[in-house]
């Protein structure tokens, strides 16, 4: 299996930033940790070699990034307005340098964004700000409305990185169409603590006439042995 490690240092951020490619060839998928989880975590839980089979194939090229959670929503220490500017800024890390990494190394058009419980969160935010360049979504166990972060507190920067703000307030039809392009497949624990925000945002997204998959599993699946599961039954498609 091609496994590549790379580290530079990010204008965005203004810090050394590491990520690690799994795959030649492929679907392009961007993956993230988990809360204030590292660019090797899904290597780390075995995800990777559970998906070995569809990596040699040349199926699928993931591309696990680090997180800056600690900096950004999970740093309590400083106003909520300040770790949302910090967000924007690792929003802007992904799109300017991590999208064109990807795209110099694999020219295959499909990418696909792809977490489980806060990294959920991630892809489904990216996913969802950027229609134009992310096809899938692939959101397993996870929150979609980051105000529980906040304390309730908005302004422009949490508006345009919450899901559950921005799609509720999306109604120029360039941008609806957009939405509507991409398949959204959410999977969550039916006893997960989570489960309401999937069902609220599904039906939000249903309400903007995007459609989406909301795939309800048995107990709490909240963790890497479920999320295993789930990555098989739907990276490739709806169930």
């Known amino acids: 299996m091609n496994r590549e490690y790379h580290r530079w240092w990010s204008p965005s ?20 940790p988990t809360s204030k989880g590292k660019f090797y ?6 995800m990777m070699a559970h998906m070995g089979e569809q990596i040699e194939r040349g199926w699928f090229q993931f591309y696990c990034v680090d997180s800056v959670d600690v900096e950004s929503w999970y740093n309590y220490g400083i106003h909520p307005g300040a770790r949302a500017y910090r967000h924007a800024q690792y929003d802007g ?3 300017n340098e991590v999208l064109p990494l990807m795209n110099s190394k694999n020219t295959n058009p499909f990418l696909i964004t792809l977490g489980a419980s806060f990294g959920a969160f991630h892809a489904m935010s990216f996913g969802l700000k950027h229609p134009d ?12 409305d980051i105000r529980r972060f906040t304390g309730g507190y908005s ?12 799609i509720g307030g999306e ?10 392009h991409v398949d959204i497949i959410m999977a969550t624990g039916r006893d997960d603590q989570l489960i309401h925000s999937a069902r609220e945002f599904s ?15 048995d107990g709490w ?3 890497w042995p479920y999320w295993q599961k789930m990555i098989s039954q739907y990276i490739g498609g709806h169930d």
């Open 13 to 32: 951020l203004s810090r050394h930033m590491e990520l690690l490619v799994f795959g030649h060839a492929g679907a392009r998928v961007l993956v993230f």
């Open 221 to 223: 699946s909240h963790d």
């Open 41 to 46: 975590e899904w290597e780390d839980r075995g």
């Open 93 to 95: 890390y992904l799109y």
């Open 203 to 217: 039906g939000l997204l249903w309400s903007k006439g995007i459609g989406n998959a909301l795939r309800e599993w």
């Open 171 to 180: 109604h120029d039809p360039g941008r609806l169409e957009q939405l509507r």
């Open 133 to 144: 360049k992310v096809d899938r979504v692939l959101a397993l166990s996870g929150l979609y």
């Open 155 to 166: 302004d422009a920067n949490v508006y345009m990185n919450n899901p559950a703000e921005f």
